[in-house]
């Protein structure tokens, strides 16, 4: 009973942190594309309510507060817009398939958070807990596997939405998605290869060692090209600028969810928000040590360790997400011959010449 108690926590935690995430990466999309491109962004709504109320004037400067940050119309108008806007289904789609395509793009994210870890195991009332909601020893190849399920999803909705553009949004998606899950799939073999393990938690652990006495045994020490070609890979996978070509708005309108409206379409954005932010906790975890702090050893099986534990791998993923919306609004669209020849023609040769250096220095080392 304790133990079920304990995965009902866990889960609740982890799909809480995981839209938790979202969200912040979609505030900061609207937020940051805004300071970033110098112009007035979402930061209207509330930003000037007046009220001659006795009882609501307390209030009216924490509101005006929340309106100048954008929080009022990122995370409270465009949610209920989204809730009242019609549902329209195009004629001659399954209306089931047409339900069922977020989905499908959004439960494999969800799912991906299960097997990662988000701080280090700690032990109440002679209980080990691990904060992991399925510690499985192929963590990583679940991962992965999750990625190319998420496929299905964009793929039904470019095709139920009965539209060209949809369409050839949902093609673009799939054959990119399926392109750059190859140099990807690589660079997870040789953090295999480097650490002789399937398991993230253990690969954390593996990092926390020193090279030489002096260097942290993080990811990037160890796999620094590799960092770099999952970078790109990751950005790809996730659909977003400057890799967004299956929703390129001045050549496909929106893309896959073009015949999109309401909570549907919402769906399929937090689904892209989550990604970035499961993608930000992989980096993180996987070569940026995830809880580790340079040469501060934390003591284990305590609680307020495992949560300092899990406050430095929120800082670092935080990090990532927004290093991802600064790139996405900085650089310029790929043409898509340019993004195929980018998988195919430099991450793919790089990843395959990096996995075999990797098994070489393992084997001579």
């Known amino acids: 009973m304790l133990e079920l108690g304990i995965l009902l926590i866990k889960v609740i935690f982890v799909l809480n942190l995981a839209l938790g995430l979202a969200s912040f990466c979609t505030w900061l999309e609207r937020k940051g594309s805004a300071l970033i491109q110098d112009r007035v962004g979402a930061n209207r709504a509330g930003a000037f309510v007046e009220s001659d109320r006795w009882y609501l004037k307390p209030a009216l400067p924490f509101v005006r507060a929340l309106g100048w940050l954008g929080v009022i119309n990122t995370l409270l108008c465009d949610s209920l817009k989204g809730l009242w806007k019609e549902d329209f289904v195009p004629e001659g789609a399954s209306k089931f398939l047409h339900a069922l395509a977020p989905v499908i793009a959004v439960l494999p994210i969800m799912l991906a958070f299960a097997v990662l870890p988000l701080a280090p195991d700690f032990t109440v009332a002679g209980h080990t807990v691990h904060p992991q909601v399925a510690p499985i020893d192929a963590g990583i190849l679940f991962v992965l596997a999750m990625g190319s399920v998420a496929v299905y999803g964009v793929a039904i909705a470019g095709w139920t939405g009965n539209n060209k553009f949809s369409l050839l949004g949902a093609l673009r998606a799939a054959a990119q998605m399926i392109s750059y899950e190859l140099p990807m799939g690589l660079v997870f073999v040789a953090l295999i290869v480097v650490y002789g393990t399937l398991d993230v938690y253990t690969m954390v652990e593996e990092q926390q060692k020193l090279l030489w006495g002096f260097i942290p045994a993080w990811g990037i020490v160890m796999q620094p090209v590799g960092f770099v070609v999952l970078l790109l890979a990751g950005m790809a996978e996730t659909k977003r600028g400057p890799f967004d070509l299956p929703e390129a708005e001045s050549e496909l309108v929106a893309g896959y969810f073009t015949e999109y409206s309401g909570m549907k379409f919402l769906l399929f954005w937090l689904g892209e928000f989550a990604e970035i932010a499961l993608f930000a906790v992989l980096l993180a975890l996987l070569f940026f040590g995830g809880w580790d702090i340079p040469f501060v050893e934390l ?63 393992k084997v001579v080392l």
Not at 305 to 311: D, E, K, P, Q, Y
Not at 315 to 331: D, G, M, P, S
Not at 337 to 356: H, T, Y
Request: a positive charge; charged letters at 10%.
């Open 299 to 361: 003591p284990k099986g305590v609680w307020w360790a495992s949560l300092i534990g899990h406050a430095v791998l929120m800082a670092k993923v935080v990090f990532f997400c927004v290093l991802q919306i600064v790139i996405r609004w900085t650089l310029p669209r790929f043409r898509y011959d340019q993004l195929m020849n980018l998988g195919w023609k430099l991450l793919l040769p790089i990843s395959l010449v990096n996995l075999a250096i990797t098994a070489i220095l």
